[in-house]
């Protein structure tokens, strides 16, 4: 069956850095696309980034663009989410999601929380 | 960017009852429309998308419908695993925005 984990999250100081990644199972990796979805405490849920089955395309929430830059590598089917500069605003719990066709999410991870606190 | 609205946060419903939730966004989707299901501490199900074709193992009692700029979720006799967050999404545009969500409770 489909599995997606993202790895742990944690504490963060406001303008650090942290990376996440989402190792996938139980489908041919190579042929999906994958998204990031963000969920503040009690809030709603925020796409946050989408990359391509071949990573030759990657799509950005303006609230991240610039600061956030995903990558993957199809041989450990993973995805990863670099996230530079955080400020509390992005503090959340992050979900990878396998990109259904054409751009839905049809499988969620668990979800990481990320806090940016000092 | 499409703004989509939930025009309900809660909606009190008792068990057996149908529950008819809607969505709205503010320029046409066609229809590139999903509709998420959440409950406390786990993350979002996929229900339907297509604005109207369930995803792999949901119930019958879970349909969708609309296009364009209205749209319609449906739980026809509400179950109670059914409470939860719903949300609608949109992916006819980038960003991929969701509505805000609307809490089905127990009346």
């Known amino acids: 069956q489909v599995q997606l984990v993202e790895s742990e999250g944690g504490v963060v100081q406001p303008g650090g850095s942290l990376t996440l990644s989402c190792v996938a199972s139980g489908f041919s990796f190579g042929s999906y696309g994958m998204h990031w979805v963000r969920q503040a405490p009690g809030k709603g849920l925020e796409w946050v980034a989408a990359?391509?089955?071949?990573?030759?395309?990657?799509y950005y929430a303006d609230a991240v663009k610039g600061r956030f830059s995903l990558s993957r590598d199809n041989s450990k089917n993973t995805v990863y989410l670099q996230m530079d500069s955080l400020g509390a605003e992005d503090t959340a719990v992050y979900y990878c999601a396998r990109r259904g066709n054409p751009s839905f999410f049809d499988y969620w991870g668990q979800g990481t929380l990320v806090t940016v606190s000092s | 960017e499409i703004v989509m609205t939930q025009s309900l946060a809660t909606l009190s419903v008792s068990p057996g009852d149908r529950a008819t939730l809607s969505c709205r966004a503010t320029q046409s989707v066609s229809n590139s429309l999903a509709w998420y299901q959440q409950k406390p501490g786990q993350a979002p199900r996929l229900l339907i998308y297509?604005?109207?074709t369930r995803a792999t193992g949901i119930p019958d009692r879970f349909s969708g419908s609309g296009s364009g700029t209205e749209f319609t979720l449906t739980i026809s006799s509400l179950q109670s695993e059914d409470f939860a967050v719903y949300y609608c999404q949109q992916y006819d545009d980038w960003p991929l925005t969701f509505g805000q969500g609307t809490k089905v409770e127990i009346k």
């Open positions: 297509g604005a109207s």
């Open positions: 990359i391509w089955s071949d990573g030759g395309s990657k």
